[in-house]
């Protein structure tokens, strides 16, 4: 399994220098990235520009600066399913060599109606993307281990979602917070699984891991506020600083056949491209990783 980074991990330094941020990746030795969404504040760029589809550059830009530097696209995050731009990424990604793009999650505080309609629309952008030769995948949080009717909101997708058409990618850290296991949850996906989140969770965080334990009841309607709520610098920490089983995912996650397994490095005390050299150098202390 190839160790990557998403992109998010150094958002603060993309937002300020895309360019400049991204050949500091490339030097520290990440070969595979996955990128996400956003626009620059301070431009006059809309949704529908190159430049904020998650490299900071237009095709011409980022294609020369992929040769140049040897990084591959594994993946690629946008928001939300059914965004009227999304044809237009699958283009940008697919003349980059991207071979996979999907959501990097939805919220369904409505319920199990409102899930139906949101998988209605990753079927629809999938169907976009495979036009372009792009696996399209869905990216968790914790909500999709809350339970519609007894069963977890992420089994329902995997069930009901196309097999030929719609993959998932697992976020460990959030699966956790989710009360759940990530080793089993990777083990019932099994090969619709196709890339791995990891950060960890720190040893002095002050709350349980599992969010559904105190701060959150499992049964209300579940979306962004309580996120943002329940989402504090103090609860993450670099890969092999906390608390979180790593080997076992990546263990579980080389079985299963996944291909990569992403840095995401959602927030951080320290600067950010520190925060990415210490979660490598941990990275290469594990078995079953590779980054050639």
Known sequence: MKVGLQLYSV????????????????DLGYKYI????????????????????????????????????GIKIVGGHYYYPG????????????SLGGIQFGSGGDFFAGGMD?????????????????????????????????????EYVWDIMVKELPKDLVWFELDNYWAARGGVNPVDVIDRTGS??????????????????NL???????NGPLNQKMHGDNRHVTDFAEVGNGVLPIQD????????????????????????????????????????????
């Open 192 to 209: 619709r699984l196709i890339l791995l989140h990891q950060k960890d969770f720190s040893k002095t965080a002050g709350v349980p891991l």
């Open 249 to 292: 995912y990546i263990t579980a996650g080389k079985k299963a056949g996944v291909g990569y397994i992403l840095l995401e490095q959602d927030l951080t005390a320290i600067d950010e491209l520190d925060s990415i050299r210490i979660s490598m150098n941990a990275f290469k202390k594990f078995s079953g990783v590779e980054w050639d």
């Open 114 to 150: 409102e899930l139906k309609r949101k998988m209605e629309l990753m079927v629809k952008d999938a169907e976009i993307a495979k036009k372009y030769g792009l696996r399209y995948y869905y990216h968790n949080h914790f909500w999709e281990f809350q339970k519609f009717g007894g």
């Open 212 to 218: 559904f334990e105190s701060a959150i009841d499992p």
């Open 34 to 69: 996955e990128t996400y969404c956003y626009k620059r504040p301070g431009t006059d760029t809309d949704e529908s520009d190159e430049i904020n589809f998650g490299l900071g550059m237009n095709r011409r830009e980022a294609k020369a600066f992929l040769d140049d530097s």
């Open 11 to 26: 958002k603060e330094n993309m937002q300020r220098d895309a360019k400049k941020t991204m050949k500091t990746v490339a």
């Open 83 to 94: 965004n009227p731009v999304f044809e237009k990424m699958c283009d940008y990604y697919a």
